[in-house]
T-cell receptor, first 118, second 112 residues
Framework: AQKVTQAQTEISVVEKEDVTLDCVYETRDTTYYLFWYKQPPSGELVFLIRRNSFDEQNEISGRYSWNFQKSTSSFNFTITASQVVDSAVYFCALSETLSAGNNRKLIWGLGTSLAVNP | DAMVIQNPRYQVTQFGKPVTLSCSQTLNHNVMYWYQQKSSQAPKLLFHYYDKDFNNEADTPDNFQSRRPNTSFCFLDIRSPGLGDAAMYLC???????????FGPGTRLTVT
């Protein structure tokens, strides 16, 4: 069965601190995709990154970076020099391949609520 | 800008009074999804459409129905809302062959 675990329910940091959000996944698929989404208080889910199972390169986008390690089934997300605007719930998700056509269902973690305090 | 639009952003309905939530997209994506998200929980998939092919999740209550009259629009009908249906309802789209889903801003439903 596919599963995504975000063990950190809530994290609170002070502005400018670095913070890492953990994500561990389980899947039997050899081809899969991992995602991070940000959900600010307004409620909209904002797509941050997609990573496929064949690409273990780490990625950096501004203050955001992602560390994908298949050996430990982890896809961790680090925010460097956090800012108050980073305060949100962050969801990690795994894309499941369905048997019908090309439809893919997302398996979601429970989310990590990040509070960045001034 | 291409986007996913949900109207209204906030909806109040009475217990048992039918309500319809709408979603439109300018992305021309083949696949559309409806999710329900309750407070402090992950989104829960209710349905998805692959073009006009409708797929219902096994645990989606019969009280929830959906329509997709064309590529751009998708509706969520709640026939007899209960207090437990109060939630954020999120619409998402995906282009066939790609993997990421793009979400609308959501409609927050209150049932009184």
């Amino acid at each position: 069965a596919q599963k995504v675990t975000q063990a950190q329910t809530e994290i609170s940091v002070v502005e400018k601190e670095d913070v890492t959000l953990d994500c561990v996944y389980e899947t039997r698929d050899t081809t899969y995709y991992l995602f991070w989404y940000k959900q600010p208080p307004s409620g909209e889910l904002v797509f941050l990154i997609r990573r496929n199972s064949f690409d273990e390169q780490n990625e950096i986008s501004g203050r955001y970076s992602w560390n994908f390690q298949k050996s430990t089934s982890s896809f961790n997300f680090t925010i460097t020099a956090s800012q108050v605007v980073d305060s949100a719930v962050y969801f990690c998700a795994l894309s499941e391949t369905l048997s019908a056509g090309n439809n893919r269902k997302l398996i979601w973690g429970l989310g990590t609520s990040l509070a960045v305090n001034p | 800008d291409a986007m996913v639009i949900q109207n209204p952003r906030y909806q109040v309905t009475q217990f048992g009074k039918p309500v319809t939530l709408s979603c439109s997209q300018t992305l021309n994506h083949n696949v559309m999804y409806w999710y329900q998200q309750k407070s402090s929980q992950a989104p829960k998939l209710l349905f998805h459409y692959y073009d006009k092919d409708f797929n219902n999740e096994a645990d989606t209550p019969d009280n929830f129905q959906s329509r997709r009259p064309n590529t751009s629009f998708c509706f969520l009908d709640i026939r007899s809302p209960g207090l437990g249906d109060a939630a954020m309802y999120l619409c998402a789209t995906r282009r066939l062959g790609e993997n990421e889903q793009y979400f609308g801003p959501g409609t927050r439903l209150t049932v009184t």
